[in-house]
Structures are given as C-alpha cells and as structure tokens.
C-alpha cells in the first residue's frame, strides 16, 4: 500500500502557511540580530541586514533595558511621579535619553574602540563583520553624541552634566591609553555608576529638581550590585580578554573564583540597600528587598558550577530580582 502524504507535515503544509511560518522565522532571526544579545561564534545570519537594522545592531537594545529602568527607579523615588505621568513628553524624553541615545552612544564608543577584540569574542559585531567601516562609525557617533546632549537640554541642566560624564566615561572604559576595563575592578566600577547612579539621579532630578540623600545612597548600593552583574558579563569575552592582556575578574582570579566574587558583590549590594530601608524605618520594603535577594542565591549556584556557559542564563534570570528590588527601595524612598 502506499503511503498516504501527512498533509500536516512542513512540507505538505499549504504553500502560505510555509511562507508564514518562514517570514515568522526571519522576523525572530532579525530581532535576535539587532537585539545585541550575544551569539556562538559560528551563529552567522543568513541574510543582509539592511541599514536601519544595522544601525539598531550597533546601538545594542538589550543594553538599554537597566538604564532605562535606573531612570524610572529615580523618578519613582523623586516622590513626584505617578502612573498619570507616563504620558508627560518630559518622561518620553528621559526614556529616549537613556535608551536608546546616551546607552547607544555608548556601545558605540565601545564598539568602535574594541573592535580588534570584538574580533575574537564577537566577530558578528557590526564593525569586525565589515558591516560598518570605521569611517561610518565615527560619522554616527558624532552625530548621536550630539543629539544625545541636545535632548538632555531639553530636561535639566543636571541631565546634561550626567549625560557628558556617562560619554567621557565610555572612552575611559574602552579608549586607550587609559582603558579601564582592562585595569581589573575599575572597568566595572565606572559602567555601574554610567548604568545606575547616574540616571537614578538624574530621573529624581527631573520630577524633584534636586537629589536626596536617600537616593544617592540607595543607587550607590545597587551600583555595587551591578558591579558584580557586570563581572558576570566578562565571562563571555575571557578568550579575547587573555589573548589582548585584558585583566578582568574572571582573567585574573579564574572562573570560578570570580563568579563567587560576583555573587558576594550582587548579593552585598542588595543586601545593604534592604539595610538602609530597614534604618529609614520601611519595614516592609526592607523585608521585600531582603526576600528577592534569596532566589538569586540558588541561580547563583549553578552559575558557580559553569559561570561561561550559564552568564547568560543567569542574567536572564536573576536580573528580574534584582530589578524589582531596586523598585521597592525607590517607592520606599517616596513617602516620608
């Protein structure tokens, strides 16, 4: 007897039904390419970005994400915002400042002075693939830092201050001769004020119009946090990193050992900021804060066994925590 055809296999499936499915496909292929999530080296995509979508490639989107968050914390400890003011083009204009603009100029600096290494961790990078010529990327980083400090204008004079600092910042990290990610803690010190403290100050500046105690010392504690948040990132770049004398946590105390230097460092800065709450008598933020500092616990135990193949996962996972605690301290902040 003959076999009867399965009319719902993938190759006998209506012929727009298989263009959906590979127009779907494409679609994830591309949002995963611009994204910024990090890739295997072998993963290559399979068709021409176009231009916009290299552009949003090297403008790496799932950096904004904290910086953005940061913000939000800032303005919900200012005591001033509300769900009412998500509509305010001033809040627009903070969420485009730190997302998409003064991050993104960031990683552009980055990639730009990093693309020898970006070579051997990341050569799918926009500019060791050949996609943008360093004279392209020069031409775009002068341009969004210029628009970058004209929309910080556009909020308050502090904002400008933060923005220009967070700039100088990211050619300390990655320019030589200085470099500070290659000089062990300093690299990861100076990201986590950029990422953090910066636009937790400057979100309460733009709904307060100056800066609290409270929050400086609550960003100060989850800036330590992100530190070792940013170790956990190294993980991904220890062969470029040894290869070019790169003294990162992982290349100088070994992947272990760094991964639980990570931990103490994630979990110590969470802890303190649940501390603090605790002083300023909110008793239940102190607890919440304290109570998503144990989850992460258990992630960071299977980080430890294989930190390079679980940075990733951990960070995907773990992060929702310590967001959210970050959040509780914020509204904690903004009742008296």
């Not at 719902?8 to 994204?35: C, G």
């Not at 986590?192 to 937790?200: E, Q």
Request: proline content about 6%; glycine content about 8%; charged content about 15%.
């Amino acid at each position: 007897m003959p076999d009867i055809p399965n009319d719902s296999s993938p190759t006998n499936a209506p012929k727009s039904k298989r263009l959906e499915a590979l127009n779907d496909a494409t679609l994830e292929a591309r949002l995963a390419n611009t994204s910024g999530i990090r890739k295997d080296k072998g993963d290559t995509p399979t068709f021409k970005p176009t231009k916009f979508e290299l552009l949003i490639k090297f403008l790496k989107p799932i950096t904004w994400v904290p910086v953005i968050w940061s913000f939000v914390c800032g303005a919900a400890a200012s005591g001033n915002f509300g769900w009412s003011n998500l509509g305010d083009l001033v809040f627009w204009l903070g969420i485009l400042l730190t997302g998409p603009l003064a991050t993104g100029v960031c990683q552009m600096l980055n990639d730009y002075f990093d693309r020898d290494l970006d070579g051997i961790n990341e050569p799918t990078r926009p500019i060791p693939a050949g996609d943008i010529s360093l004279r392209d990327a020069t031409i775009l980083i002068s341009i969004w830092s210029l628009l970058t400090v004209a929309v910080a204008s556009l909020i308050h004079p502090f904002v400008v201050m933060h923005v220009i600092l967070g700039i100088i910042n990211a050619h300390l990290y990655s320019a030589n001769p200085i470099k500070l990610k290659k000089r062990l803690w300093w690299g990861n010190i100076i990201v986590a004020f950029s990422y953090l403290v910066y636009p937790w100050l400057s979100g309460e500046v733009t709904y307060r119009g100056e800066i609290t105690t409270g929050s400086i010392v609550i960003a100060l504690c989850y800036a330590l946090a992100s530190t070792g948040t940013m170790t956990v990132n190294d993980f991904k770049s220890i062969e470029g990193d040894e290869h070019v004398g790169i003294r990162t946590l992982p290349v100088v105390y070994g992947e272990t050992r760094a991964a639980v230097i990570a931990a103490l460092l994630i979990n110590i800065g969470q802890i303190a900021a649940a501390l603090y709450m605790l002083w300023l008598g909110k008793w239940a933020n102190a607890a919440l804060a304290g109570a998503f500092v144990v989850p992460q616990i258990f992630l960071q135990r299977k980080l430890i066994e294989s930190p390079r193949t679980r940075d990733v996962w951990y960070n995907a996972l773990a992060q929702n925590f310590l967001v959210a605690g970050m959040m509780v301290c914020a509204l904690g902040l903004n009742r008296p």
